[in-house]
């Protein structure tokens, strides 16, 4: 892989193109976009959309905002659909009928991948199918209406854990999908977002793509709606996310873990919080705040560890 | 007329399906073990371990994701296939809409196996009954040749460019899945032959981009399954026409029913899949000793056959439609709500009446016919149908 030159990365085609519905400061276009603009030019792309904000906003009948292959059938089963399309290019290039490269993708949200669509990733990554399974994680079922996941981190606000006179907000904390990934023996998992010029997430993307076999791409996306923020702030959460170590960036390339950014001053967790309106309610809550700080912390302190750090 | 070899063999019915498959090659298999058609997959599996077959075999997690790679795997070009029964065509449910609506030729074995619950592994028809308005077009089968020539011709029905629907062939869990019997097999390169190869019009690997399950919005999506309605209309005709060749193949002839011994028959007994053998048994006996009785067999029950139905109906005096499924309506079961519903235009109309029988894998015997042609005599006798939903075989009845 060449050098990464974001100006001469955003002159290339672009395979998800504008005229989509999803809303201003949306993570998930930034995610679609950002991973398909690490396929090679010459290379084509099935991409795979569980049922999502994403996939009814992006493509309507008789609308596409997809250039290449798009594919969707449910919200529980894209990996399963994806590794469908995969065996029939195996079956055809085989069969002599086929002779281009095409990568294949699945999108879905953190409801799609940590909840309903759970069985089905595990599955299709421990067939090994050659294809990528991004998750742009929003951390709540935002296309229905802000519900809980098991993606949703601990006190947040959501309409199915809302804060009450008894329960302030969801009382779990976030499941750790990506080191599930990593369990299942995969060749490449990562963390990554939108931090900066794109580079991280657009390296991972790439070995991600190009890693022959199963790869598992999380990509923190934030909501503005779900999150409350205005929507000119989402490189700023993400910014803060990283920098607080709440979501911090590693890959795990064949069970090698390694860190791909350590905040040079680590922030206060609170830093990422204040800026949210869903934990709004936790701010006068200092043991609230100090309990989510020692959960990130500890976290952090295994990863590093893992990092060889 | 010359018919193509036959070779002579002795299979279980989950086999000759399995046969059925390796011959006809399909790009994509994605399957689940599931009792009482496991056996299919097991087979399947051994004919890709051999390299027998060109295959993508895809050993999935569950039926939802069979189904689901099926639909990406026909989605991308590929001809797929699965393999399933009862509480795993209930897991597909979602997607048999899914792979209708998409119009995806894809062909399903079923193995009738009871639903739960409670759990049970035996034979009913209420799996594939459940899922008799999904879009599917379903074929059912007496006996293990029947299960294969049926699969063999669902392949050609699934994507004729007027029908482009997914289809099921059913044949009853253990009774024939199970159970060894005489069967006329095609050679591999007839087979072959009469499914031709797969051309798939709009594919996502066809080099022109495609997009496949948009959201369709109140602007479409009422056309979209207004497409699917006549499809579904029209497949009748492509199913005729499928058999007629295949019959000209094997000089086995089929047609969306049987009429067994029916021409001057009074009363009369239309049941599908594997209990025809005993009705009809039942029917010889009874017509030994002078009774004008015969059975109606339906082999394709999607799309149903309602004029063709009526039409041989309008000559008896008594007819009784058997249900290996109860749909829990308390009117009676979903063979008997379609085939009572296709008298009603008649100007001579049957007396009709409903049995419910053989419910998770309770033994049909001759003595349940004799059951129902008595109580069908006794209706043509009084002249009054009498208790249209009724039951045979179970216990406190």
């Known amino acids: 892989m060449e050098a990464y030159n974001l100006k001469k990365e955003a002159c290339k085609r672009e395979r998800f193109v504008g005229g989509h519905r999803l809303c201003a400061g949306c993570g998930a276009g930034v995610a679609v976009r950002g991973v398909l603009r690490a396929v090679k030019e010459e290379d084509h792309t099935v991409s795979g959309v569980a049922t999502s904000c994403l ?117 779990q904390h976030k499941k750790d999908l990506t080191e599930i990934m990593v369990a299942h023996n995969i060749p490449y998992a990562a963390q990554t977002t939108f931090v900066g010029n794109m580079k991280d997430m657009h390296e991972k993307s790439h070995k991600a793509l190009y890693t022959k076999g199963p790869a598992f791409l999380n990509v923190l996306a934030p909501c503005p709606r779900g999150w409350r923020y205005p929507p000119e702030m989402l490189m700023d959460i993400c910014k803060l996310a990283v ?42 809550d200092p043991a609230k705040i100090d309990e989510l700080q020692k959960f990130v912390d500890k976290k952090w302190d295994k990863l590093l560890k893992k990092c060889g750090k | 007329m010359a018919f193509a070899k036959a070779i002579r063999e002795r299979l279980s019915g989950n086999e000759a399906v399995a046969t059925a498959l390796k011959q006809i090659n399909p790009d994509v298999v994605a399957a689940y073990p599931i009792t009482p058609s496991t056996e299919v997959v097991h087979y399947f599996a051994q004919y890709y371990a051999d390299g027998e077959v060109n295959t993508e075999f895809v050993a999935v997690e569950s039926e939802h994701s069979a189904m689901s790679a ?25 997607l048999l809409y899914v792979a209708s609506g998409t119009r995806l030729p894809i062909t399903l074995a079923v193995v009738n196996r009871a639903l739960s619950g409670p759990i049970n592994i035996n034979n009913d028809h209420s799996d594939s009954m459940g899922a008799r308005d999904s879009g599917w077009i379903q074929l059912y089968a007496e006996n293990n040749q029947e299960a294969y020539d049926n699969y063999i011709c669902s392949v050609r029905i699934a994507e004729h460019k007027d029908v482009q629907l997914p289809v099921m062939s059913c044949q009853d869990g253990f009774i024939t899945s199970h159970a060894i019997e005489n069967i006329e097999l095609l050679e591999d390169a007839e087979v072959k032959k009469f499914v031709g190869k797969y051309n798939c019009d709009f594919n996502m690997l066809s080099g022109t981009p495609t997009s496949v399950g948009p959201y369709d919005t109140p602007m479409f999506y009422f056309e979209h399954q207004y497409q699917r309605a006549m499809a579904m209309k029209n497949s009748k005709q492509v199913i005729l026409d499928v058999y007629k ?32 053998g005993t009705a009809k048994y039942t029917c010889d006996k009874l017509r030994e000793k002078g009774e004008k009785v015969g059975v109606i067999k339906i082999r394709v029950f999607r799309p149903f056959p309602l004029e063709e139905l009526a039409a041989a109906l309008s000559k008896f005096k008594a007819v009784a439609v058997m249900d290996k499924a109860d749909s829990f309506s308390g009117i009676g079961g979903p063979v008997f709500t379609d085939v009572r519903h296709a008298c009603y235009e008649l100007e001579n109309r049957p007396h009709i009446i409903n049995y419910i029988y053989g419910l998770g894998g309770r033994d049909v015997t001759e003595e349940n016919f004799v059951t129902v042609y008595n109580a069908l005599a006794e209706v043509v006798k009084t002249g009054k149908t009498g208790e249209i939903y009724r039951h045979v075989g179970v216990r406190g009845v």
Not at chain 1, 131 to 143: F, G, I, L, R, S
Not at chain 2, 70 to 94: D, H, K, N, P, Q
Request: glycine fraction near 8%; charged fraction near 25%; charge should be negative.
């Open chain 1, 55 to 171: 996939e009814v906003s992006s493509c309507l009948f008789p609308f596409t905002a997809w250039q290449d292959n798009f594919i969707h059938s449910a919200f529980e089963n894209v990996a399963a659909t994806v590794s469908g399309a995969e065996a029939s290019y195996n079956a055809l290039k085989r069969q002599g009928k086929i002779d281009k490269e095409y990568k294949f993708i699945a999108f879905a949200g953190d409801g799609g991948t940590y909840d309903i669509g759970f069985q089905s990733l595990s599955g299709a990554m421990e067939r090994g199918h050659d294809m990528v399974y991004v998750c742009y994680d929003n951390e709540a079922y935002m296309n229905t209406g802000m519900q809980r996941s098991s993606s949703t981190p601990k006190f947040a606000e959501v309409t199915t854990a809302p804060v009450g006179d008894e329960i302030p907000g969801k009382m």
């Open chain 1, 243 to 284: 920098d607080t170590c709440i979501w911090p960036l590693y890959e795990v390339i064949d069970g090698d873990w390694k860190l791909t950014y350590e905040p040079k001053t680590k922030l206060p967790v609170i830093d990422y919080l204040k800026v949210q309106g869903r934990f709004k309610h936790i701010m006068d």
């Open chain 2, 70 to 94: 099926c639909i990406g795997a026909a989605s991308a070009g590929g001809r797929s296939a699965t393999v399933t029964a009862a509480c795993g065509l209930a897991l597909m449910w979602e």
């Open chain 2, 245 to 276: 060749e295949f019959a000209k193949l094997t000089g086995r002839e089929y047609g969306l029913f049987e009429e067994y011994r029916c021409e001057d028959a009074e009363r009369v007994i239309v049941v599908l899949n594997s209990s025809a």
